[in-house]
């Protein structure tokens, strides 16, 4: 039997844009993804945009007793800032005030620990649109103050914070890959857009220690180790780089205080270094994270370039590796991501190897599933193939615990299906099905399971 401590949380996540639902009376301002959408609707999978959600923000209430049947001992989401802040006068909206206020009461009376979580890829548009959104410094003075405000209206109940989530996200699917709007191809402002996220998180991490006394803030971040090809040299050094960027570039200011120097070398070479002061940094050295929150998928694998790159091309991350597709690796076939439990075990020992072994909890897991009610039969999703992943998964996470690493709990991806950004309702998540045509909520076999796993601490 695999069996985690007493008080080790069992629970989901979840973000403010993927659930709750607009609500045009309540005041909720346009994000980038409203904009996005009416710019270029056919990018959305089935042309499902971020107007349809669950609806959380009317029906949270009746949501809760689903967690609560789900064994959640935690739920993670984010707030929306377009929301509580929908404007520039910075005028808070109490529509909103009352909304989270009662739906994190409400998760608290029922023993759900809330994490919450200040921004998940969901910048208010007017910030956007004025400004650049994170390009610019003012957002990131703006981001402090909505910060701020969140903590002196809800840190009396909530006690777990996060400042993003997945900023590297943000960055390489806004300003690379243009995944995400703005949709721009610009390392320049990809590498300024990352240095101003971090600030922003160092800036509001030390606003938090002087508001709240009994409680605890960190970042959460995808991290995913980069295994070579092999031992050749020149594969290792592939997937250093590769490892730099996808998880150092937050990971090391973040918990460490500092940017890694080779991270830095690499920006110069290309003339792509932030704008950056030296009071900002030590900002960012002097207030590090108390905690992580951990989300984790699939690892990378890399190899080394096979060609030289062109030093006059346009900078990537992977000007400097190939992916590498891995003969025999393991696929989950309805998502056509790798399946790698392993990883798991081996982000914890990198943990409390390298970065102090730092209280962490893993912040989302889950196995994506297209087209998923063809697994239903007598009226329930028969998910065993998410039972068997969760399973997998924390047998790796309970071996790094025993060896030490400072793991606090198990967030899955998700509790009730939600909307995702350009695959809207394509890979289904949730431990409870959601039925787009009613909006009816239909536990999943895999919430079963989870609330016995909650009720053992273990399998
Ligand atoms: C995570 C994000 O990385 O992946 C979530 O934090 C997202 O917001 C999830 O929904 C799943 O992504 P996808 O593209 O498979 O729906």
New binding site residues.
């Given amino acids: 039997m695999i069996k985690f401590p007493k008080d080790f949380y069992f629970g989901s996540s979840t973000?403010a844009e993927?659930s709750e639902g607009r609500f045009e009376g309540d005041k909720k301002a346009l994000t980038t993804w409203d904009k996005f959408y009416e710019v270029d609707k056919y990018k959305f999978y089935d042309l499902i945009g971020p107007s349809k959600t669950s609806s959380v923000y009317r029906r949270y209430k009746e949501d809760i007793d689903l967690y609560k049947k789900t064994g959640h001992s935690a739920f993670r989401t984010s707030i929306s800032w377009a929301r509580l802040i929908p404007d520039e006068s910075g005028i808070v909206n109490e529509k909103a005030v009352a909304f989270y206020k009662d739906y994190f009461t409400r998760l608290k009376e029922e023993n759900i620990e809330v994490m919450v979580n200040l921004f998940?890829?969901d910048m208010p548009l007017y910030l956007e649109e004025k400004y650049g959104g994170f390009v610019s410094k003012e957002v990131v003075y703006k981001y402090v103050e909505y910060a701020k405000t969140c903590f002196s209206l809800f840190s009396d109940i909530v006690k777990i914070w996060f400042t993003f989530?997945?900023p590297i996200?943000s960055v390489e699917c806004g300003y690379l890959l243009q995944y995400h709007y703005p949709m721009e191809v610009d390392a320049k402002k990809a590498t300024q857009v990352a240095y101003n996220m971090q600030l922003a998180s160092s800036m509001a991490t030390k606003e938090f220690h002087k508001i709240v006394k009994d409680g605890k803030i960190g970042i959460i971040l995808?991290l995913t180790p980069a295994y070579p090809r092999s031992n050749n040299k020149y594969d290792i050094k592939a997937a250093n780089i590769a490892e730099l960027f996808a998880s150092k570039s937050f990971l090391d200011p973040s918990v460490l205080g500092k940017y890694p120097d080779e991270l830095i070398n690499i920006c110069k070479k290309h003339d792509i270094l932030p704008e950056y002061t030296n009071d900002e940094l030590e900002i960012i050295e002097n207030n590090t994270v108390d905690i992580l929150g951990i989300?984790y998928?699939q690892p990378l694998r890399v190899s080394a370039k096979a060609n030289m790159p062109n030093p006059e091309a346009e900078f990537m991350p992977s000007y400097y590796y190939d992916p590498y597709i891995m003969p025999g690796r393991r696929i989950n076939k309805y998502?056509g991501w790798e399946i790698y439990p392993e990883g798991i075990y081996d982000i914890a020992m990198n943990i409390k190897k390298n970065y102090n072994n730092i209280p962490y909890i893993i912040s989302?897991n889950g196995m994506?599933v297209e087209d998923e009610k063809r697994f239903k039969k007598d009226g329930i999703i028969q998910d065993d193939y998410r039972i068997e992943f969760f399973k997998e998964h924390l047998e790796y996470l309970h071996k790094g615990i025993k060896e030490g690493s400072n793991c606090f709990g198990y967030l899955v991806?998700?509790g009730i299906d939600?909307w995702?950004?350009?695959?809207s309702y394509?890979?289904r998540?949730g431990l409870i099905e959601l039925d787009l045509e009613t909006s009816n909520r239909i536990i999943k076999k895999s919430g079963y399971w989870f609330n016995e796993l909650n009720k053992n601490k273990g399998f």
């Avoid at 995702?420 to 695959?423: A, D, G, K, Q, T």
Wanted: glycine residues 4%.
């Fill in positions: 973000s993927q998940h890829f989530n997945e996200v995808n989300n998928y998502r989302e994506g991806w998700t939600c995702s950004w350009l695959n394509k890979n998540y």
